[in-house]
């Protein structure tokens, strides 16, 4: 089995500040794919970053990082400069080799001014 | 347009009323999913599908049934609808893992209220 923890079920950062929404998962494989997802209230989903287990460098899409922990099964996403826009739900989630997708139950982001 | 397409966009069943969400991809996609909404519960993996006729259970599947039609078509079936299924439903298909767009492309949702 898999399972997916998101422990803050709300934050909060001002404009131009750094934030850090946590993950923490748990597989018996070896080999898999993490994820996350942003949903803003139109409710769709946009993918933000995706990171392969077997790789050791964290992944970075611009603004977005993520600081993955694969002993501890850890994978924490990290804000820079946040802007208004990325206000929304934030999901994580795990792709195991059979095709198993599991998503934790999100954090909403709130960005102040 | 390339994507997944869901239908309907909205439905309300009464108590023990059946009925089928469509969902369609044209990407050529093996896997497919379909996954409930609801506060604070996150998206909760209903049933997938790795493969054309091939079907797995996911976290919740009492109370639904699944078909993979095709490679392109995977349903969704709530045999006798409850207040417990209210929530949102989302379609999803993702291409194999390494491909371009490696990533889950996702239907716009369908609303369904049951009274």
């Known amino acids: 089995a898999q399972t997916v923890t998101q422990s803050q079920p709300e934050m909060s950062v001002q404009e131009a500040e750094t934030v850090t929404l946590s993950c923490t998962y748990d597989t018996s494989e070896s080999d898999y794919y993490l994820f996350w997802y942003k949903q803003p209230p139109s409710r769709q989903m946009i993918l933000v970053i995706r990171?392969?287990?077997?790789?050791?460098q964290n992944a970075t899409e611009n603004r977005f990082s993520v600081n993955f922990q694969k002993a501890a099964k850890s994978f924490s996403l990290k804000i820079s400069d946040s802007q208004l826009g990325d206000a929304a739900m934030y999901f994580c989630a795990i792709l195991g080799t059979a095709s198993k997708l599991t998503f934790g139950t999100g954090t909403r982001l709130q960005v102040t001014l | 347009n390339a994507g997944v397409t869901q239908t309907p966009k909205f439905q309300v069943l009464k108590t023990g009323q059946s009925m089928t969400l469509q969902c369609a991809q044209d990407?050529?996609?093996?896997?497919m999913y379909w996954y409930r909404q609801d506060p604070g519960m996150g998206l909760r993996l209903i049933y997938y599908?790795?493969?054309?006729?091939?079907?797995d259970k996911g976290e919740v599947p009492n109370g639904y049934n699944v078909s993979r039609l095709n490679k392109r078509e995977f349903s969704l079936r709530l045999e006798s609808a409850a207040p417990s299924q209210t929530s949102v439903y989302f379609c999803?298909?993702?291409?194999?893992?390494?491909?371009?767009?490696?990533?889950?492309?996702f239907g716009s949702g369908t609303q369904l209220s049951v009274l």
């Open positions: 999803a298909s993702r291409p194999e893992m390494g491909q371009v767009l490696e990533k889950l492309f």
């Open positions: 599908s790795a493969s054309e006729g091939t079907t």
């Open positions: 990407m050529n996609h093996n896997s």
């Open positions: 990171q392969e287990a077997y790789k050791q």
